[in-house]
């Protein structure tokens, strides 16, 4: 079955959130009411100046305010504008009557723009999770054997609820939030706690298999993989050395990744290099995790050991993670189920079991025939394309075409921006997104 989702289409999205409207949180309290705080100052003086010492005293006190606010949160940069407007009132009543007026405009101006980045840009705060458990998570490493690299593993399930415990940080290593200004995320925290029992179950737990993007990493998902847990899920990721774009090791050594931050489809033989690639990534994965998967069977975790359902797995995956998913579900018989993710279908064999494809909004040229003038990458895309479908002629396979998403709007950098466009995430808010997914 194929559905196509549009913006005002939203099955349940909006009653499952009911009774938590603040989705979405644009950073903790604290945060928020000090970057205000300190950008109202600096419009307080210019608005009101006063000569005497007094008010100059207001003065420096709103520019150390947007300092400090700058060095100890994680508004950096996006506090200069105001920072500037306070200093260049500092000689206002030195300066000539000319001057003064247009002073206090760039003064307000830049306590006003301030403002408004550091609304556009806020510090992302995980949304409460849909789930009633609490979610802890651990992160293990495997130690490299017989050749092969060592692999940062990464698990979240339900735990024991703590709320005096520390929540683990959002990403493991600053060095993969997004660019300016969309890094604030790098100062966050994730819902998750870090280390607690997990909860006592009759039986054992589900496990999921969640598999990042190309060049991605394994902490790029967390609303999904914590939404999870917090239903009862334990949920697995593995950073794939080479493939992911940084792994920190508790050594504190970094692995960089080696392939290309952005796949070349602009001609046949790039996109023949990029096929070949995607097989020798697709190998080296399966290879992690059936390490990852003997791991756990072995022990890996002792208060887990025995708990864990890892003859019967789901496995999902955003983007290059969702071509895994497909192949694993297609050619490895413990995996029962998946999703994929805005993924490429790449190779013939469908997924067996139930499966579920979600992606992006698909654009017009997609959805007319093949002409002459298509692109090498439109045709790749093509040919992922008819493959789907034809995947949706088995049973248990379902499609979900979200109209107002893209690509990037499968992660968590759709929490990066107050505004979807801005993020390059779509036109549907997160809260949406999430809802849906």
């Not at 497909?326 to 189920?337: L, T, Y």
């Not at 439109?378 to 479908?389: A, H, K, Y």
Request: glycine share 8%; hydrophobic share 45%.
């Amino acid at each position: 079955m194929q559905l196509f989702i549009r913006p005002a289409e939203i099955p349940g999205s909006h009653d499952r959130f009911a009774k938590n409207p603040q989705v979405v949180q644009s950073g903790s309290v604290q945060i928020v009411i000090s970057e205000w705080l300190a950008c109202f100052l600096v419009l307080l003086m210019a608005a009101f100046p006063r000569p005497g010492a007094w008010w100059r005293v207001g003065v420096l006190l709103s520019v150390v305010s947007t300092v400090a606010v700058a060095w100890l949160g994680s508004a950096r940069w996006l506090m200069l504008p105001a920072t500037v407007g306070g200093l260049i009132l500092l000689p206002l009543f030195s300066l000539s009557p000319g001057w003064k007026w247009p002073i206090r405009l760039m003064s307000l101006a830049g306590s006003v723009a301030t403002a408004l980045f550091c609304w556009l840009f806020p510090m992302p705060e995980m949304p409460r999770h849909t789930g009633s458990h609490a979610v802890g998570t651990r992160t293990i490493e495997l130690p490299s054997e017989h050749g092969q690299p060592a692999l940062m593993v990464q698990i979240w399930y339900p735990a024991e609820p703590n709320p005096a415990a520390r929540h683990a940080p959002w990403l493991s290593d600053s060095g993969l939030a997004p660019s300016f200004p969309f890094g604030r995320i790098s100062n966050s925290l994730s819902g998750a706690i870090e280390g607690p029992p997990p909860i006592a179950v009759n039986g054992k737990f589900k496990v999921l298999f969640y598999e990042h993007a190309w060049m991605g990493h394994r902490g790029e998902n967390l609303f999904q993989v914590e939404d999870l847990a917090s239903e009862g899920y334990v949920v697995v990721a593995i950073d794939h050395p080479g493939q992911s774009r940084l792994i920190l090791h508790p050594d504190g050594s970094v692995v960089k990744g080696t392939l290309p931050e952005v796949p070349d489809f602009s001609t046949r033989d790039a996109i023949t290099e990029f096929e070949v690639a995607a097989e020798k990534c697709l190998s080296a994965r399966r290879q992690d995790l059936l390490r990852g998967r003997q791991a756990f069977l072995r022990g890996a975790i002792a208060d887990l050991t025995g708990r864990l359902n890892l003859d019967r797995m789901g496995i999902f995956g955003c983007s290059f993670g969702g071509t895994m998913a497909i192949r694993e579900c297609a050619a490895n018989p413990v995996f029962h189920a998946g999703a994929n993710l805005d993924g490429f279908f790449l190779g013939e064999a469908s997924p067996s079991g139930p499966f579920l494809f979600i992606d992006e909004e698909m654009p017009g040229w997609l959805l007319a025939p093949p002409v002459a003038e298509d692109s090498d990458e439109q045709t790749l895309i093509r040919r992922s394309e008819m493959r789907i479908l034809k995947s949706l002629k088995e049973p248990d396979q379902e499609r979900f075409i979200l109209d107002g998403t893209k690509h990037e709007s499968f992660s968590d950098r759709i929490f990066v921006s107050a505004l979807p466009r801005v993020a390059r995430t779509g036109k549907r808010p997160a809260n949406e997104v999430r809802g849906l997914i």
